[in-house]
């Protein structure tokens, strides 16, 4: 979708299709709230500990009043984000449509966990009769909790995180027009940009990160308890890009990013993109107190310094993979929110979302502040939120039905895999580390890690890593997450990243595998100013988490959350680290599994272009032949000069495949001729998905077998 607007000259007019550009009027944009002369008092937080059956293992002490709101928040409260995913629905035309993914005629109740990964609310059965606006939507067996505003946090959808609020413009007209059969099933009809919906639906943090509770799994992962679940585990089940574009296309190349977007994952820079393909993987939340206490000091300027409690030196722990969420956990927390559509009245001013033709502007905090009641509601519920955090705590194999089963009684075995992990993995994977001035990669640093690690409470309040940032020359996983630009300076995260950030050096020029050409490396020099870079993962509870890496392209997905399934998932992955030999290497690429084109809605393209449109109303570019690597058309940069090249070169050579029915190999070929151009204009060409992390791969087999065997008790 962002290449057919880059392609054309003058469709940034488009780009009002998504956004309107509101930053250039001088009246203050507003939220909902504001603009209804609401405050924060007409928002009030859920006291009632309402999900109190959940995060068995991970909570094992009662949950304090704040610790409860802070649950509540992470689960119901969207923020008024209602009002962005409703617009997105109607502006997408379709694409992007979460009332018509909640309707079980689009994924029905008893296929939603296997075919999205996304978790049914317990208290809900099938609906067997449509509501009265002719939708299908789970059926309540009963009333929700007590203490739930429904005015402030809607109702449940019956899938968790996704809640419901009835439409302000659902009108007598709208409801006139309405018809819940044609929603279903006449694309004519829900295209619509006009369509006026009844339901508006707001999407809260829990939605990517509520899943089956790894020590107390359900019988039936489509059929879960309460008790079944855990709120801040991170769903490695979810099919992201299934759940938030349930009308993508089959036939683009939209479709076939989606199909290869590793489940559990999330493309967090898609919206306000940076024109990288890069989908991560879903983090657990584990010891956020022991993270903070390890936590580098960071230099923090211009308006970050308006987030509650920030300093112009402070210590910062980090969330995303590459350490760009630098300025703490309030605003790493409102960050979140924003990005899933808080304030998306003021935040679409900043960038053109899906495109991202105009420059990136900074959402300037000061501003959300003056001018969005919801932020500020939000801000008064982010130190709940990690006090519910700090609450959490590991979830051990040893603890769940049958894991003891899966864990060696070899006390020697155990013993063995200690001093390999102390010796190859501690200097990185723990957070107690040896007191200065002490290196912890020295001989000397060795022998205190490998005194500490059978001391009984080594693991104890161990966060399992050091937090600190490593760049992508020495770690060697894929770089696509590292060379994010969203954070740097000037950008739309401008005032959520640190200046120690912005100030990283580049790294050395990279050479990557092409495709292409095996004996012509893809030279790379990548851009300084932040991105670069990735912080050691945790492996707390790493057993649950299979598969591995920041884009969980190491090991199968099995989608089956028992025990079993789990365990499964990780032999798989820690396997193929430690043997990099069973990896899939170059067939981890990410490739268009059918001819595919560019396509996009006429409506997104200047008036003479909408004249190409075919009878379903996109104009298309192409084919792209099958095989092709996703990722060679998705991270092209919007530089002027590239595509204008790209324009001369690539458009006639996909003409030519369409006007001369070239086929297979001969598709490739013509194709192959233009690859310099792309490639010239790939931000990041790094395509091999499941390499990198070779530490441990030299040790002698006896020591990789028992390193697992310990890897499973963390």
Known sequence: MELIAKIFPGVCCAALAFGSLAGCSKKPIVDEARAAGKTTADFPKVTADVFAPMDRGSVREKLSPQEIMGRNTWLLWSAGNEHFWNSVAQDSYGLMDLLKMLDNRKYPRGERFKRLGLVNEPGFKAPTKPDEFGLWLDAPTGPEPAGIDEKVYGKPSGVLGF???????????????????????????????????????????????????????????????????????????????????????KGGLFNEMIENQPRGTSDTSRIATDHINNPNAINPIFLLAERQRIAATEKIAGGALNIPGEKMEMAVPHILKDGADSVGVPGATIRVYVNIGLFSQYWLSRHNRLIGLTPQKPFEVAYAQANSVFWRATEERVA?????????????????????????RDEALMAHGKMVFAESCAECHSSKQPPPPIDASSGEGRQWLSAEIVKPDFLANNFLSTDRRYPISKIETNASRAMGTNAMRGHVW??????????????????????????????????????????????????????????????????????????????????????????????????????????????????????????DGFVRIGPIPKGTPVNLLANLDPNLAQLVRIKAEVIPA????????????????ELRKVVPALLDANKCPDFIEDKGHYFGCDLPNEDKLALIEYLKTL
């Not at 519910?388 to 060696?408: C, E, R, V, W």
């Not at 120690?500 to 030279?523: G, M, Q, V």
């Open 163 to 249: 809640r419901l609020f009835p439409n302000p413009d659902f009108d007598e007209k709208a409801r006139r027009k309405w018809d819940g059969e044609r929603f279903a099933n006449d694309p004519a009809y829900y295209n619509d940009n006009t369509l006026v919906r009844p339901y508006r639906v707001g999407v809260s943090c829990g939605s990517c990160h509520i899943a089956p509770n790894p020590v107390n799994p359900p019988a039936d992962p489509e059929n879960p308890k309460w008790e079944n679940l855990s709120s801040a585990i991170g769903n490695q089940y979810i099919n992201e890009g299934r759940v938030f574009a349930c009308n993508v296309q």
């Open 384 to 408: 709940d939120i990690a006090a519910f955090f700090k609450k959490l705590q590991p979830l051990h194999l040893a603890d769940a039905p049958g894991g003891a089963d899966y864990i060696t």
């Open 494 to 615: 401008d005032n959520f990243s640190s200046e120690t950030y912005k100030n990283l050096p580049a790294i050395a020029e990279r050479e990557w595998y092409n495709p292409f050409d095996e004996s012509r490396p893809i030279l790379f020099t990548p851009y300084g100013g932040g991105p670069g870079y990735y912080r050691v993962p945790s492996l707390v509870s790493v057993w649950s988490s299979a598969p591995f890496f920041n884009n969980n392209a190491l090991g199968k997905f099995t989608g089956d959350p028992s025990v079993a399934g789990r365990m499964e998932a990780f032999n798989d992955a820690v396997q193929k680290l430690l043997w990099p030999e069973k990896r899939l290497g170059k067939a981890s690429i990410w490739r268009t599994e059918n001819e595919c084109s560019l396509q996009i809605r006429k409506e997104f393209l200047p008036a003479p272009l909408q004249k190409l449109a075919d009878a």
């Open 654 to 669: 996909l003409v030519k495949i369409k006007a001369q029915n070239l086929q297979g190999e001969a598709a490739a070929a």
